[in-house]
């Protein structure tokens, strides 16, 4: 209280993420900040449970139960002051159920420690650095969106200045989230117009996981400062490539040492690596589900995108999914290349390190690395081709469920089955383009 006094902080926001990974909040005034911590915030568990558009999904626990309360309590352990907001800080919310105590069933964050806490009993720290794409728009009054890129500059792609960004929004963008402790490093613009790129150090999972749902929720709201919009969407527009969600993936043994090193194995890496790379392969139809969890999330593949369609792996390699860089010693690791920015960070990050667990559990080998250009059917397996199949594969992995826990899983396949149908009966601009005058 005293430090945030004397910050002028007089507002502290208590921020959590919804299964699709958007930030819920309430404002709390500092004066009621030890109530807040020590009864809680109340919301509506239903919040888990609302579709982008405001509907409530009958998901069980929801509606069928009398729409009851969670309790969300701030976590001042990550509290930081909002640069571009002055008298605000913000500060993570621990949600639990107030009739168990335990952890909220739908918990995207309490999901991600249960799968840390089974890495822990094999003596493994998961270590995971994020990197994110997103599209910058504009108001574009008159078109069918009502948003343009910003700007529209094609052939920039890696490069930073005025070249591509006239207005410094990249520059401004890690300024403030440089200010916000989040760990940014780096940025530039990317290879569609309005499109960058910003990556953050690495660390362990969980806060890699926090780290990368306050960058999105605060690239959006910095945005919107402006008037303009960022998302986060996978393909946003039909004439432009999508934008990724990719991880790189390690793991610290007890000692504190990188247990996917070993110079005298096989590529380099561990016999740990290697199963877990045999493991994120084996189970990448499920994973799915986690790392493109949308609609829309099928159109960013397909030849000639760059994003990763089938079920590969390599050494060096960004035409596979799973990619090995090149660095060894600490720096050995894997990247996996397959989600999409839409994901939810936490479902994508434990949905990864429970693959790789597994495929480390296994023990078992990986297939022969991916070599030359890849997006060949006749080389590798095709991963499912819309939300439904992820979905289905997703259910079908009971190795996969059994780690993320199945009470989840039936939430979040409920959640999304309802977004699938709700697709499948809403008429499109195409359809009426393509029959209407004809037909």
């Not at 401004?172 to 117009?193: C, K, Q, S, Y």
Request: glycine letters at 10%.
């Amino acid at each position: 209280m005293e430090r945030l006094s004397a910050e002028g902080v007089d507002v502290v926001r208590v921020v959590y993420p919804d299964l699709i990974g958007t930030d819920r909040a309430r404002d709390v005034l500092v004066d009621h900040l030890p109530s807040a911590c020590e009864h809680g915030l109340a919301f509506c568990r239903a919040v888990y449970h609302t579709t982008p558009q405001g509907d409530v999904v009958p998901v069980a626990g929801g509606l069928d139960a009398g729409l009851p309360d969670i309790t969300v309590r701030p976590d001042l352990s990550t509290l930081a002051t909002l640069p571009w907001e002055p008298g605000v800080a913000t500060c993570l919310g621990e949600v639990t159920d107030p009739a168990t105590g335990a952890p909220a069933p739908e918990s995207p964050r309490d999901l991600l420690r249960g799968v840390l806490d089974r890495c822990a009993e094999r003596g493994l720290r998961p270590v995971v650095g994020p990197e994110l794409e997103y599209f910058l728009l504009e108001p574009a009054p008159g078109t069918p969106t009502g948003w343009r890129r910003a700007p529209e500059t094609a052939g920039a792609v890696y490069t930073a200045g005025l070249r591509a960004d006239p207005d410094n929004h990249l520059l401004r963008t890690l300024r403030h989230l440089r200010d916000l402790g989040i760990g940014v490093i780096t940025g530039n613009h990317e290879f569609d117009g309005g499109q960058y790129e910003i990556n953050l150090t690495h660390s362990d999972a969980l806060d890699a996981a926090d780290r990368s749902f306050r960058f999105k929720a605060a690239v959006k709201e910095l945005a919107r400062k402006e008037g303009r919009l960022a998302t986060f969407m996978a393909k946003p527009f039909g004439d432009a490539g999508g934008s990724g969600f990719h991880l790189h993936l390690s793991c610290d043994d007890a000692e504190g040492r990188n247990a996917f090193d070993d110079p005298a194995g096989a590529y380099g890496l561990s016999a740990t690596a290697r199963h877990a790379v045999a493991g994120v392969v084996a189970h990448a139809p499920a994973l799915a589900a986690l790392a493109n969890p949308t609609v829309n999330s099928y159109k960013r593949f397909g030849p000639d995108t760059l994003a990763p369609w089938l079920i590969d792996w390599g050494l060096d390699n960004r035409s596979a999914m799973v990619r090995i860089p090149p660095e060894r010693g600490s720096g050995a690791r894997l990247e996996l290349r397959l989600g999409d920015a839409g994901a939810n960070p936490y479902l994508l990050v434990a949905g990864t390190i429970a693959a790789a667990l597994l495929g480390i559990q296994a023990g078992e080998e990986p297939p022969a690395p991916l070599e030359g250009y890849g997006y060949d059917t006749s080389r590798s397996a095709v991963l499912p081709t819309d939300l439904s199949a992820a979905l289905d594969a997703l259910e079908a992995d009971t190795a996969l469920t059994e780690v993320l826990g199945k009470g989840f899983v039936s939430s979040f396949l409920t959640y999304k089955r309802n977004e699938v149908e709700r697709f499948q009966r809403h008429v499109t601009d195409w359809e009426f383009t393509e029959y209407a005058y004809h037909l």
